[in-house]
């Protein structure tokens, strides 16, 4: 089949392939631990599922507005009141299926051919796919472990040119777990006015972060950047609702009219029963989020220490989200691999444990192991990889 041209260059998600791979072999009975997972391993809190039951037997299962029910925008303009201290009018928020979903909207709209947005590397896999499927240039900046994964002002000003039109701020990221800290984004924030561009922060990890560190949306920081800034937001990972697929956008009203207008023929609307359990994860009660989040937290405070000890395996504390990202180039060269993606396929096929490569994120001396699995799993697949790596060694 000859397929579109706009096709032909995309890569198939990394974390899905990996995914597919592990289950695969699960399915033949092999015994594999995945942390290739994207997602929390908690069921969606009881609160929700008894909310989306009730709309359901209430009879609300027709279509919505395209850019979600009022009510659900009313809940997420509520959410970033009480968390952000940011003030949205409905004709500023737009529901969409899942944070993925609102961000291909927003490139779709957004972007010309040739115009250019920023993406800071290690970067979640989707970002310059999505951006190139919207005939837009990713142009990357190279956030180093020395400079704990995070881009500088600097480097973001030496990037821009005048086809830029973005810059992507991840905060907490995926995969590396980094928070940019308020006098960063600060600067971050200067630099794009100045340029008069376009920040998009994604956030879907706010609620995922540990120690001291606080989470602050580059939007809160002035009149300024609250204009220039598109928030990116959903319940999949605070709330462990990965499959019921809702995000949303929170900016400028004539981008959102426009990102609205596209969804009302595209996907017509977010699925409405998830609507209504998102409207009962923002207005409910948080606690399962904060429960889940100390879950999280005792998990990486027992696996780091196991993973940093492993040989050749260089890896930087995380402050948010749920990815360890260790360097491992130097475990893979000294086990007698040509790669880290080969020695990634080694991981899965002879230690029986599902990681991903970081070549997928940009950072191809890496892998990403994600603790959003029992603490059992996790210490079990560290001690394989562990023996792995000195077996060869
Ligand atoms: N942004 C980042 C950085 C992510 O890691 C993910 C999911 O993995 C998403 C956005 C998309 O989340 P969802 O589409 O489930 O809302």
Same mark, same amino acid.
């Given at each position: 089949?000859?397929?579109?041209?706009?096709?032909?260059?995309?890569?198939?998600?990394?974390?899905?392939?990996?995914?597919?791979?592990?289950?695969?072999?699960?399915?033949?009975?092999?015994?594999?631990?995945?942390?290739?997972?994207?997602?929390?391993?908690?069921?969606?809190?009881?609160?929700?599922?008894?909310? *989306?039951?009730?709309?359901?037997?209430?009879? #609300?299962?027709?279509?919505?507005?395209?850019? @979600?029910?009022?009510?659900?925008?009313?809940?997420?303009?509520? #959410?970033?009141?009480?968390?952000?201290?940011? =003030?949205?009018?409905?004709?500023?928020?737009?529901?969409?299926?899942?944070?993925?979903?609102?961000?291909?909207?927003?490139?779709?709209?957004?972007?010309?051919?040739?115009?250019?947005?920023?993406?800071?590397?290690?970067?979640?896999? =989707?970002?310059?796919?999505?951006?190139?499927?919207?005939?837009?240039?990713?142009?990357?900046?190279?956030?180093?472990?020395?400079?704990?994964?995070?881009?500088? *002002?600097?480097?973001?000003?030496?990037?821009?040119?005048?086809?830029?039109?973005?810059?992507?701020?991840?905060?907490?990221?995926?995969?590396? @777990?980094?928070i940019y800290s308020k006098q960063e984004l600060e600067?971050?924030?200067?630099?794009?006015?100045?340029?008069?561009?376009?920040?998009? +922060?994604?956030?879907?990890?706010?609620?995922?972060?540990?120690?001291?560190?606080?989470?602050?949306?580059?939007?809160?920081? +002035?009149?300024?950047?609250?204009?220039?800034?598109?928030?990116?937001?959903?319940?999949?990972?605070?709330?462990?609702?990965?499959?019921?697929?809702?995000?949303?956008?929170?900016?400028?009203? @004539?981008?959102?009219?426009?990102?609205?207008?596209?969804? =009302?023929?595209?996907?017509?609307?977010?699925?409405?029963?998830?609507?209504?359990?998102?409207?009962?994860?923002?207005?409910?009660?948080?606690?399962?989020?904060?429960?889940?989040?100390?879950?999280?937290?005792?998990?990486?405070? *027992?696996?780091?220490?196991?993973?940093?000890?492993?040989?050749?395996?260089?890896?930087?504390?995380?402050?948010?989200?749920?990815?360890?990202?260790?360097?491992?180039?130097?475990?893979?060269?000294?086990?007698?691999?040509? +790669?880290?993606?080969?020695?990634?396929?080694?991981?899965?096929?002879e230690a029986n444990v599902a990681v991903i490569p970081? =070549?997928?994120?940009?950072?191809?001396?890496?892998?990403?192991?994600?603790?959003?699995?029992?603490?059992?799993?996790?210490?079990?697949?560290?001690?394989?990889?562990?023996?792995?790596?000195?077996?060869?060694?």
């Open positions: 089949m000859n397929l579109a041209k706009r096709v032909q260059t995309l890569t198939p998600s990394t974390t899905l392939a990996i995914t597919a791979k592990a289950n695969e072999l699960k399915a033949q009975g092999v015994d594999i631990i995945g942390l290739g997972a994207g997602e929390p391993d908690y069921n969606t809190p009881e609160n929700i599922l008894e909310a *989306a039951y009730q709309s359901m037997k209430e009879g #609300k299962t027709k279509y919505t507005p395209a850019g @979600g029910l009022p009510a659900l925008k009313e809940a997420i303009i509520n #959410k970033l009141e009480r968390d952000q201290h940011l =003030s949205y009018k409905p004709n500023e928020i737009m529901v969409g299926i899942g944070a993925k979903h609102v961000l291909y909207t927003l490139f779709q709209v957004l972007l010309n051919e040739g115009d250019e947005v920023i993406i800071p590397i290690p970067y979640w896999v =989707s970002y310059p796919e999505q951006v190139k499927l919207a005939q837009g240039v990713p142009v990357y900046i190279e956030a180093t472990a020395s400079q704990q994964y995070k881009i500088s *002002a600097v480097q973001l000003k030496e990037a821009i040119t005048d086809r830029t039109k973005a810059v992507i701020i991840n905060s907490p990221s995926n995969p590396t @777990g980094m600067e971050l924030a200067e630099v794009c006015r100045e340029a008069g561009i376009l920040i998009v +922060s994604d956030e879907i990890y706010e609620k995922l972060i540990y120690g001291d560190v606080t989470h602050t949306s580059i939007a809160e920081l +002035s009149e300024d950047a609250k204009n220039r800034t598109i928030i990116i937001n959903g319940v999949s990972k605070s709330h462990s609702m990965t499959g019921w697929r809702i995000g949303y956008a929170a900016g400028d009203a @004539g981008l959102i009219k426009a990102m609205t207008d596209l969804a =009302s023929h595209s996907t017509s609307n977010p699925t409405t029963t998830s609507q209504y359990a998102a409207i009962e994860a923002y207005n409910g009660t948080q606690e399962t989020v904060e429960e889940m989040r100390q879950a999280f937290e005792s998990r990486l405070e *027992a696996i780091f220490p196991k993973v940093e000890a492993i040989p050749g395996f260089s890896v930087i504390r995380p402050q948010g989200a749920f990815y360890l990202l260790p360097d491992v180039s130097e475990a893979a060269r000294k086990t007698g691999f040509d +790669s880290v993606d080969d020695f990634a396929t080694a991981l899965l096929t970081g =070549s997928g994120f940009g950072a191809a001396s890496t892998i990403r192991l994600s603790y959003a699995t029992s603490l059992d799993a996790l210490t079990e697949a560290v001690e394989r990889i562990h023996k792995f790596v000195t077996s060869k060694w």
